[in-house]
């Protein structure tokens, strides 16, 4: 029987005989690496590279700006054996090896990006760019980067050149332009990432233009608001050569239902061409990102609705108290005075943010209160959404004194069902007995809840303090974002019904 090997010196022996077999060992060199030194005219490997990121947000203008400044450029695709699994950089592409085998050539790669009312532009994946700047030949490669492989957060855009110095001209020019055929300027959007490692979205939005005359606030209220907005919109060169800041915050606060949400869709109407930025729940978490847009597109509005169902969120790692918010007032503090940037935040519950606030003043510097509306103006909004109703002047008085304590969306509401009454008996129009009937059924006692929803507060001192009949309910759905009853404003307490 023959002796077996010692199982050490065997193991020692295939070790040196696979480092000769690998040290002699012929590789062929990457197509797509004999493309970039024959292009370049240079050994890549000898020359160092330049890159930026961008976030992936900016695909879209990334690529208008590729198709305007390297219009002439030859693109290359390339793929590995399992191209879906770990990105390739200018070091892969150099080195014509990635984490999955060889590089080789193949097609280029494309994603579609949605930029709002059905536009699409189709922006290259990654791809290997020869182009030439300032007479000098570049080669660029485009992917994807990020602290997660398979969830990338950024583009990353990697030059190499000859000469030194080209490829960081290469990237201002393609950052000019990326300023210059901005996807996001004079829209309406909003940042939204889900998880830790997704990446962030931008959604395009379309709000429905509101007119003057369908605001119906207190006397003297939406002059105000409107000096603050628009107006500083429109004398942006005097009060900058006066030496005037132009950085502002606006706070609209009172009861749901009246009127402030309404009032900001006016004023975007009323400023349209401004980059406007929605920042809703969650997403303050993207306000560093979120401001950094709106600086790059000054003019800009930044809105910020319920802002008190964030004051108290201490979700983000770095807060050791104030939440979210204050947050928003730190990244406010930084920005330039002297830059067209308008915030409007709008709140229920102004004693819940008021300590953020005065812990961070100068960032707010109008509070407006929008409160139930009066006599007059429950008069002029059933003019407003009751028109097409036929009431005479008896009706319309009942209606008014009857409906004191409501909202502007009650009223809204009432029209509404009362159209559909009159519908449903197959009339061409409602009329004012619908309205009254409607109004009645929404006053019962078992339409409280219906009442709240639609911005009236509780009846009493236990309701206005959350102890209505359904508190387990009220706390759910101020947990999900929808109305509650209002708190005393910052101003004072707001006048119940009578």
């Given amino acids: 029987m023959a002796e077996l090997p010692d199982p050490g010196a065997f193991g020692a022996a295939f ?12 590789h062929k060199e990457s197509a797509v690496t004999v493309r970039v030194r024959e292009y370049l005219g240079a050994d890549p490997k000898a020359l160092p590279t330049t890159g930026a990121e961008f976030p992936l947000t900016e695909h879209a203008n990334l690529q208008l700006a590729i198709d305007a400044v ?3 450029a030859e693109i290359v695709g390339f793929t590995t054996r399992h191209s879906g699994f770990g990105s390739v950089g200018l070091a ?14 193949g097609p280029v790669q494309y994603t579609d990006v949605e930029v709002g009312d059905g536009r699409v532009i189709q922006c290259v994946a990654s791809a290997l760019f020869l182009t030439r700047c300032a ?3 570049v080669a660029l490669v485009l992917s994807r980067s990020g602290d997660h492989p398979m969830a990338p957060s950024a583009l990353k855009l990697e ?3 000859p000469k030194h110095g080209v490829v960081s001209e290469l990237l201002r020019e393609l950052r000019a332009a990326m300023r210059e055929h901005n996807v996001f300027r004079g829209r309406i959007i909003s940042l939204h990432q889900h998880g830790h490692h997704e990446a962030v979205s931008v959604r395009f939005h ?7 005359d369908g605001v119906i606030l207190p006397s003297g209220t939406l002059e105000r608001l409107e000096r603050h907005t628009v107006g500083m919109t429109r004398m942006t060169e005097q009060l900058r050569s006066a030496g005037q800041h132009l950085k502002r915050g606006v706070l609209l606060h009172g009861p749901p239902g009246t009127g402030k949400t309404l009032s900001v869709m006016y004023l975007l109407h ?7 930025i929605l920042l809703t729940g969650r997403g303050l978490g993207l306000i560093e990102q979120a401001l950094a847009i709106g600086r790059e597109l000054a003019p800009a509005t930044f809105v910020f609705e319920d802002v008190d169902l964030v004051a108290a969120e201490r979700t983000m790692p770095f807060h050791s108290g104030g939440g979210l918010l204050f947050e928003l007032l730190n990244q406010m503090e930084g920005l330039a005075e002297d830059e067209d940037l308008l915030f409007l935040l709008t709140t229920n519950r102004p004693d819940l943010i008021e300590p953020a606030l005065a812990a961070r003043p100068g960032r707010i510097d109008l509070a407006l209160e929008i409160p139930l509306p009066d006599d007059d103006g429950r008069r002029r909004l059933l003019a407003l959404y009751a028109k097409g109703i036929p009431t005479d002047q008896s009706t319309q008085d009942a209606l008014v004194e009857r409906s004191a304590g409501v909202s502007g969306a009650f009223i809204k509401e009432l029209a509404r069902q009362a159209w559909l009454r009159g519908a449903l008996e197959n009339r061409d129009a409602p009329t004012g007995e619908h309205l009254l009937s409607v109004l009645e059924e929404l006053l019962e006692e078992r339409s409280t809840l219906t009442r709240r ?14 102890e209505g009949p359904f508190p387990a309910m009220l706390h759910a759905l101020s947990v999900a974002g929808l109305p509650i009853p209002p708190s005393p404003s910052i101003t004072g307490d707001q006048p119940g019904p009578p």
């Fill in 70 to 72: 390297l219009s002439d």
């Fill in 92 to 105: 892969e592409i150099v080195a014509g090896q990635g984490m999955t085998g060889p590089i080789s050539l």
């Fill in 159 to 161: 030059g190499v050149s």
């Fill in 15 to 26: 070790v040196e005989f696979m480092h000769a077999m690998s040290f002699v060992a012929e």
């Fill in 270 to 276: 009323a400023m349209a061409g401004r980059t406007t």
């Fill in 206 to 212: 379309a709000v429905p233009a509101v007119q003057r």
């Fill in 135 to 137: 007479g000098e030949a």
């Fill in 453 to 466: 929803l639609l911005g009236q507060p509780g009846d009493g001192a236990a309701a206005a303090q959350g």
